[in-house]
Every structure is written in structure tokens, then in C-alpha cells.
């Protein structure tokens, strides 16, 4: 091969090579950054390694402290492995002072790059709303005190994109009849002139909600209206997440298509509870209500913490021994309880009434056996017979002194008195070869002798 030939030839590879770089340059997409905020343990690093298309291991350690970077490389949307770009992943410990880092991250030069992932545990839903509104309240004040002069024209664009939004994944052209609707009441009403999505992570979690925690599907209805409710105020998208990746694929394209602006035809999903879709601008206040007809036994004016409460599935009492008092030392100690308070007024029990046999009654007439004559004489009334002795009953006849229930002069005993004497009763006497006699503390007369 001569020089000349040989020279062509390298001309050619060089061409060649020149095209597909320029090719590949005007493909390549601009610098983009995803900040995800959430609370600790939310699932933050398991979802950015689905992201990122490798396993999470159960094991695996999330990528630091505090402040955490990785990224997530863009491929070509033909299939190939070509990458086009890298999108930038910071992760903010929801257990840190959050706005004491956010500087790092979001600023005047890289506010207009930013897309926002707030992440919340479906295995925690009572954090939910607390941990959305904590975590866009505290970026709203950092990105306010930033000062950026182009703040308002980024607010403005959020809102042309949410009101544009279509399913086909087309924004309409500028010279299109197409009619924009105004925003609806509610919606947009904190914007932070920056993209917003929310993921409900763990959604697959929702049996171990029912098992544990007696969730029926109301509860689940009722979560996802007040989330969505959350999600207009913010003007952001809502997709639930989960171990079986149903929504990984759509969730990654809607991650490119937020940060890069590339087109977006996935459709929403509202049917199955552990696979929610809802992109940005799709839903509305009407969208949200077709949730009350799942509510039984809540209303949709319920307040959220009144129903999705923290409750630890219930565990067992740890078993513990009891010592119970030996016999004598319990006497004692009721012994004295009841002669510390010897002078107790205890309302004396009330005594049985005197049975008194009731006067003879006349029959009524017509009766066959008239009353016996009175022994008085004629014509004068009968002499009055003298009262009768009302009849003592034996339970009320007197006891003698020493007894229970009488003191020692046969005055009725008081309450305490008769549990004293119960319990001096039942105490061992020194000496003694058994427990107290009778109750007056007499000991029983010994058998007679047997005579001889």
C-alpha cells in the first residue's frame, strides 16, 4: 500500500470517528441533579440502587453520612449502552440538621438544575404527612433565603407544565387552539420553582400493615387521599414503590422526563394500591374525591392522626415470680394495720329487725268462723291484752363477753375489733403447739380420763 493510500485510509477512520463523536456530543444531555429527602430508614439507599439497576443488599451500608452522592447513568433511549448522562443523586440524612447541608447542594447556580424526591415509608404512615411537609417547608425556606433572581420565572414554568400536561407525553405547541385551564383551588399553593416528586416507598408492605395493625383497605384509601391532597398542594407527582419493582421502569423514564424534559407517555395508575401512579398535572380535586366511596368507617373530613396513629404490634408480658408472704408474717402485718387504727368510726351494722307476731285480722265476710268472743263484758269494748314480747331471734341473742361481734362488757363490737380478733385469732402463740382455740382464746377442755 503506497503513502498515499495509506493516508486516505487514516482520512477516512478519522472521519468516521469525527462523526460519531459529534453525534454522540450532540446527544449528550446537560448536568441535572436529583436530591432525595426523607426520613432514616424510609428505603432511600435500596431505592437508588433499583435506580441505578443493581440489587440492594440487605446487608449493604448507605453511601455515607450526612450527605451522600452517587449518580445514575443515562443510556440511549434506542436500547444501546451508549451513555448520554449522568444524572447526579444526593441523599440527605432525614436524621441531620437538613438545612445546615442543603447549601452544598442547592444554590443560585444549581437551583435551576434540581429535581426534588421526598420519600416516604409506607411501613410508617403515621410520619408520612409530617415528614413531606417537614422536609418541602425546610427546602422552601433555604431556596427563599437564597435570594436567586430567577426564582419567579422557574415558578412560572412549573406551573406552565403542570397546567400542559398531557398523557399522550406531548406538550401542546405554542400556536395550539388548545385551551390551558387555570389552576384549580388548592393546587400549587407552595411553589418552589423546581420539579417535586414524592415516592411512597415499601408499598408492598401493606399486608404486614394488616396483620399487625388491623389496616383494612379503607385505611389504605384514606392514606392515599390525604398523600394526594399533600401532593396538589406541592403541585408534585405521587408513585408508590415497592420490592416487586412494578413501577421501576415508568419511575426511572419519569425521573428522566422531569430532569430532562424528554418525553413522557406513561399512563396513571390509581387501581392497584401497591403500584400508584400519578404523574404531575393529572389529578384534581374530583380524581380524589372517587376515593370517599371507599370509606366505611371514616369520613373524608377526618383528620389524618385520628385514625393512622402509631401503634407497636402488641407483645407478650415478660413473666415474672412472685414471692408470696409466709402465713404468719401476712397475719401480722394485717394485725397491725387494724391496731393502728383501733379508734375507727366504722358505722355499726344494722341489726335485725324484732319478728313480732302480727295481730290476729278479721275474715272477710262471708266467712264461716267468726272471731272468738272477747272475755270483756256486753255492750263494753274489749279490754286491750297486753303487748307481746317481740320473739329474739337466735342469731341475735346475746353472745357472751370475749366473744366475736360483743366487746368484753357485751357492747356490740366495731368492724375493726372483729377483724382484729379474727387475725389474733389465727396467729401462732409462742409456745403453742398449733394455731389459737376458740375464738375467745380459751383452749379446749381436754377428754376426760377413762375410768377404770
Not at 22 to 46: D, F, I, W, Y
Amino acid at each position: 500500500m503506497s503513502a498515499k493510500e495509506e493516508g486516505q485510509g487514516q482520512d477516512l477512520w478519522h472521519a468516521i470517528l469525527s462523526d460519531v463523536a459529534s453525534h454522540t456530543a450532540s446527544r449528550r444531555l446537560p448536568a441535572r441533579n436529583l436530591l432525595v429527602l426523607g426520613e432514616e430508614g424510609a428505603g432511600k439507599t435500596s431505592l437508588i440502587a433499583r435506580l441505578q439497576g443493581r440489587k440492594h443488599q440487605s446487608d449493604e451500608n448507605s453511601l455515607g453520612s450526612g450527605l451522600e452522592y452517587t449518580y445514575i447513568d443515562v443510556k440511549d433511549e434506542d436500547g444501546g449502552e451508549d451513555v448520554i448522562g449522568r444524572l447526579g443523586v444526593y441523599t440527605l440524612d432525614g436524621s441531620t440538621d437538613q438545612r445546615a447541608l442543603l447549601q452544598f447542594v442547592v444554590n443560585k447556580e444549581t437551583l435551576d438544575s434540581l429535581v426534588v424526591v421526598v420519600v416516604v415509608d409506607m411501613l410508617r404512615p403515621w410520619q408520612m404527612l409530617e415528614s413531606l411537609d417537614h422536609a418541602l417547608k425546610t427546602l422552601e425556606a433555604h431556596v427563599a433565603s437564597l435570594n436567586v433572581p430567577q426564582w419567579d420565572d422557574m415558578k412560572k414554568k412549573v406551573v406552565q407544565d403542570y397546567q400542559s400536561f398531557t398523557e399522550s407525553g406531548t406538550a401542546p405547541a405554542e400556536d395550539s387552539d388548545d385551551i390551558i385551564l387555570p389552576l384549580e383551588e388548592g393546587v400549587l399553593t407552595t411553589n418552589l420553582g423546581v420539579p417535586v416528586l414524592v415516592i411512597c416507598n415499601k408499598s408492598d408492605g401493606a399486608a404486614v400493615l394488616e396483620k399487625d395493625l388491623d389496616y383494612r383497605n379503607e385505611h389504605f384509601d384514606f392514606i392515599q387521599m390525604h398523600l394526594r391532597k399533600a401532593c396538589l398542594k406541592y403541585g408534585a407527582a405521587l408513585v408508590y414503590n415497592g420490592k416487586d419493582g412494578k413501577t421501576r421502569d415508568a419511575l426511572l423514564r419519569y425521573i428522566y422526563h422531569m430532569a430532562y424534559g424528554t418525553p413522557f407517555a406513561g399512563k396513571a395508575n390509581i387501581a392497584e394500591r401497591d403500584s400508584v401512579f400519578i404523574p404531575a398535572g393529572w389529578d384534581n380535586a374530583k380524581r380524589v374525591a372517587m376515593l370517599h366511596a371507599g370509606l366505611k368507617n371514616l369520613t373524608p373530613d377526618d383528620k389524618f392522626e385520628d385514625h393512622i396513629v402509631s401503634l407497636q404490634p402488641r407483645k407478650a408480658n415478660p413473666t415474672r415470680d412472685v414471692e408470696a408472704l409466709n402465713e404468719q408474717e401476712f397475719l401480722k402485718k394485717q394485725q397491725q394495720i387494724l391496731s393502728s387504727n383501733p379508734t375507727s368510726k366504722d358505722p355499726e351494722p344494722p341489726r335485725r329487725s324484732a319478728i313480732t307476731p302480727s295481730a290476729p285480722t278479721a275474715r272477710a265476710s262471708g266467712s264461716s268462723s267468726p272471731l272468738p268472743p272477747s272475755r270483756g263484758s256486753s255492750g263494753t269494748a274489749p279490754a286491750a291484752a297486753p303487748a307481746a314480747k317481740p320473739a329474739t331471734p337466735a342469731s341475735a341473742s346475746p353472745a357472751a363477753p370475749g366473744t366475736p361481734g360483743k366487746t368484753a362488757d357485751g357492747k356490740p363490737a366495731q368492724s375493726t375489733d372483729v377483724l382484729a380478733h379474727f387475725f389474733n385469732s389465727l396467729l401462732k402463740k409462742p409456745g403453742a403447739g398449733g394455731a389459737a382455740g376458740a375464738a375467745g382464746g380459751a383452749a379446749a377442755p381436754k377428754p376426760d380420763a377413762p375410768k377404770s
